[in-house]
């Protein structure tokens, strides 16, 4: 079974510090990963995705993410928060053969300090 | 990048209306969508899987006979909240995947807000 876990509900980081959202997955083969961000009202947007390949992956906005297989981690950074970061983000695990359900995470609140 | 465009984006109706939410996906074909309610601060839960001329799959504790789903062509899904009641209130989302790509994302929509007086 597939699972995810997003250690800190809520994330508050000064303006122009660097962001860390922590993600583990828990999964018995090889899975897909994947960050959305949500603002207030509003859908969840795609940051960044990682299936095969390399496993530091660029997203928009300026967040990148490595896999780290050994560590069943997929955390989420970028090096200077701005104010317009301020959001819920979402770690989703998908793996192959299982009728492309995703498994979410519950979130972690990202505040931003001016 | 892939669009689904999720109509209404907002819902206020008296206790007993039946509410039909659509989910288009506008530029790929989507064999399987997703059907999700988010309650405040908190994470998506996953309402059922809609498949493109069959039966949607519910997920455990979901009310298939209370959220009817349609999803007639592989472009669109229907969500339609019958009688709906208070307790309904919430943030409904849908979701679209590529038909065929196993490693491609979910695109989702914008949301439903549903409001029932």
């Known amino acids: 079974a597939q699972s995810v876990t997003q250690l800190g509900s809520h994330v508050s980081v000064s303006e122009g510090a660097l962001v860390l959202l922590r993600c583990n997955y828990s999964?018995?083969?090889?899975?897909?990963l994947f960050w959305y961000v949500q603002y207030p009202n509003q859908g969840l947007q795609l940051l960044l995705k990682?299936?095969?390949?390399?496993?530091l992956v660029k997203g928009i906005n300026g967040f990148e993410a490595e896999f780290k297989k050994s560590e069943t981690s997929f955390h989420l950074t970028k090096p200077s928060a701005h104010m317009s970061d301020a959001a819920e983000y979402f770690c989703?695990?998908?793996?192959?053969?299982?009728?492309?359900?995703?498994?979410f995470g519950t979130g972690t609140s990202l505040t931003v300090i001016p | 990048g892939a669009v689904v465009s999720q109509h209404p984006s907002r819902v206020i109706c008296k206790s007993g209306t039946s509410v039909k939410i659509e989910c288009r996906s506008l530029?790929?074909?989507?064999?399987?969508m997703f059907w999700y309610r988010q309650f405040p601060k908190k994470s998506l839960m996953l309402m059922a899987t809609?498949?493109?001329?069959?039966?949607?799959?519910?997920e455990q504790g979901v009310e298939k006979d209370k959220f009817l789903i349609n999803h007639a062509s592989l472009t669109l899904s229907t969500l339609t909240v019958t009688s709906a009641h208070p307790e309904d209130s919430s943030f409904y989302i849908c979701s679209a995947r590529a038909t065929g790509i196993d490693n491609q994302p979910q695109h989702f929509g914008d949301g439903t807000r549903l409001s029932i007086l």
């Open positions: 989703a695990v998908s793996v192959i053969n299982t009728g492309n359900q995703f498994y």
């Open positions: 999964s018995s083969v090889p899975p897909y």
């Open positions: 990682y299936t095969t390949g390399a496993t």
């Open positions: 530029d790929f074909q989507a064999t399987t």
């Open positions: 809609s498949n493109e001329g069959s039966k949607a799959t519910y």
